[in-house]
């Protein structure tokens, strides 16, 4: 989901103090990332060389290539880290995705683990596919974002990942108009009215909500069931007296007769 509104690198960049970096450069990689023993500095500084060219797949090797020729310098706990956002920046997200999930699970309390699991769960919303599609990596995001939230709640990367949440259920109550239109429109009443509901009861604060209740004020009177029709109209109109969704499901109640009637 790289949208106007999604990235946000520049707080993690400023987190770590990188520098800005873009694109996946090519350069001379497998040369440089084949295995060569080298001392800690000069592998991590050749690492952060790349890293800062912008050439973030090789970037992404050397750090990897830090931690396994030395495991047990302090160097190794950063690389692990710095490897998971050259992953992260170069759009690698399931090869950042196990970085950072490395990282915690050897440094569970490391001063950096806020932006490991931030770095988590911006590497599922970035893979946010439409709405059309399957929706399983945004459930993801959403489960990553609100670990964030729950651990960090007072973090700048929790204040982000709050914002990120909001679109996150925005875009997973759009999948569930989408399914409830579809079976609208092929006369299955009472599965669609099933989608609604989910819209209305999990997805409440969401923009679907006003058109949420007026499909469900639809299939409610296509059911024969006016009481519940006339109960979601009501809602709707008390929640958004002046949404177009509203004036729509008022015209739909007095079309069906003053037995279904709004009241004044």
Known sequence: MRHSYTKTVSLAAVALAL???????????????????????????????RLDRGDLRVAAALF??????????PWARRAQLMSAFAYYAGRSYNQAIQSATRFLSIHPGNRDAPYAYYLIGISYYEQISDVERDQAITRQALRAL?????????????????LKIDLVN?????????????????GQWLAAQLHFEKVVETYQTTSHTPEALYRLTETSLALGIPEEAQRYAAVLG?????????????????KHGPEVGLGG
């Open 170 to 186: 925005d875009h997973l109550a759009g999948k569930e108009m989408e399914v409830g239109r579809f079976y609208e429109r092929t």
């Open 238 to 254: 008390a929640n958004y007296p002046g949404n177009e969704w509203y004036e729509k499901a008022f015209e739909l109640i007095e």
């Open 19 to 49: 520098s800005a970096c873009s694109g996946m450069g090519g350069g001379s990689g497998p040369r440089e990332t084949a295995y060569v023993a080298r001392d800690v500095e000069s592998l991590y500084s050749a690492a952060k060389g």
């Open 146 to 162: 609100n670990e964030v939230v729950r651990r960090y709640p007072r973090s700048d990367y929790a204040a982000d990942a709050r």
């Open 64 to 73: 990897d290539e830090v931690e396994r020729q030395h495991p047990y310098s």
